[in-house]
Every structure is written in C-alpha cells, then in structure tokens.
C-alpha cells in the first residue's frame, strides 16, 4: 500500500484558499486518491477523489500531476468552519479486499 | 446524518469485560469497514466485511472479532478489554461494484474502558 505524506499541520484565515499537498511516491496504477475531512469527535467525511488531472466538486478541488507521485487538495476561501484534520489516502477501495491506510492527516487552522 | 448507524454512541466497562458495537451501513451499501482511533495512534483499520465476507484484515488484535450478517448490518466484539483498548471506534460502509468509492463513516462508539 502506498504511504502519504503530508504536513502536521497548517495555518490560514478567513477567505484565503488553501492549498495542502500529500506526497505519495509509491501509488499504484490502480490506486485513487482520495481525501478526508475530520472534525474532533466525529467520524472523517468524504471530501474528494481523483485519478489523475484534475477533480473539482462543491466543496473543493484535487489536483493530481501526470506522474500521479502527489496530489494537493484545494480549498477555495475558507472559514472559520474548515478548522478540522485532512488525511490523504492512496489506495484500492471498493470490495476487493480494499482498505485506505490513513496517515497522521494535516491539522488545519483557520483564524479570524 | 451520514446513513452509516453506530450503537451505542458511549460505553463504559471494565478490564477484562467484553462488548459488542453495532453498525448498520448506509442503504445499498455492501462493505462494511471498522477502524480504531485512540490520541496515540491516529485512524487504524481492523477490518473489512463485504455482503457477510471477510476481505481485509489490518492491526485487528486477536481479542477483537467482527462478523457482517445477511442484512449486512456489521458487529465487532471487543473481549478481554484492556486500559488500551479505550478510544474511538468508527464503522464506515462503501457501495458495492467494481468501481471504487469513498466511505461514508458512523459518528463513532466512545468505549471506556476502567
């Protein structure tokens, strides 16, 4: 399974997009990349996954280059409310056998 | 309301004592995923179930066990409690089919163990 990497932890303010990159060297060609949100106390939301290129939906957007060796999620004007953990994970889903690893995540902080 | 159903929310037993947590998965849902998440170990994955099957094993002790049942609805058994075992469980399922998907997690059971 490919490993991540990503920052500890990050900070930004209010309306500035952010943007935080995950290293995974080792992906495989059948791996996704796919991305989560944590709050403290609750369980990690679904946030994005992508292949390859590029993946945008109402909440953020996921840019993966052609050698696929990282990904960084975007996110456009934050709040207050994005103040949670992110993890990147590299991995085969779905019911073969599946299973995303999570790394240690990146604590983001967003300021006033 | 994330669909994923996990009971109970809370837990407080005793070393040596065992448990049972439920997950019922979202509607549709065949897999059916546990992960630990203690302060000092982050997520771990234990296990994955798919439509009654297991798929997966990761860091499950030997203590622990898990069964998926024909209404898909997914029991992990905790036995033997220890200190260490106290922390965050959380189900999360997946749809089923070839193609990959994200997992939709529970709120999580808080279990305690003193």
């Known amino acids: 399974l490919a490993k991540t990497t990503q920052p500890i932890s990050m900070d930004s303010y209010e309306g500035q997009e952010v943007n935080i990159t995950c290293s995974h060297n080792n992906i495989a060609t059948n791996d996704y990349i796919t991305w989560y949100q944590q709050f403290p106390s609750q369980g990690p939301r679904f946030i994005i996954q992508g292949y390859k290129t590029k993946v945008t939906n109402e909440v953020a957007s996921l840019f993966i280059p052609a050698d696929r060796k990282s990904s960084t999620l975007s996110l456009p004007r934050v709040s207050l409310s994005d103040t949670a953990v992110y993890y990147c994970l590299v991995g085969e889903t779905g019911n073969q056998g599946g299973k995303l690893i999570f790394g240690q995540g990146t604590e983001l902080s967003v300021k006033p | 309301d994330s669909g994923v159903t996990q009971t109970p929310k809370h837990l407080i037993t005793a070393t040596g004592q065992r448990v049972t947590l439920r997950c019922s998965p979202r509607s549709g849902d065949l897999s059916v995923y546990w992960y630990q998440q203690s302060l000092d170990q982050g997520l771990q994955f234990l296990i994955h179930?798919?439509?009654?099957?297991?798929?997966a094993k990761g860091n499950i002790l030997e203590r622990f066990s898990a069964q998926q049942f024909p209404d898909l609805h997914s029991e992990l058994n905790l036995s033997s409690l220890e200190l260490g075992d106290s922390a965050l469980y959380f189900c999360?399922?997946?749809?089923?089919?070839?193609?990959?998907?994200?997992?939709?997690f529970g709120s999580g059971t808080r279990l305690t163990v003193v």
């Open positions: 999360a399922s997946s749809a089923g089919g070839d193609r990959v998907y994200g997992y939709t």
């Open positions: 179930y798919y439509n009654g099957e297991e798929r």
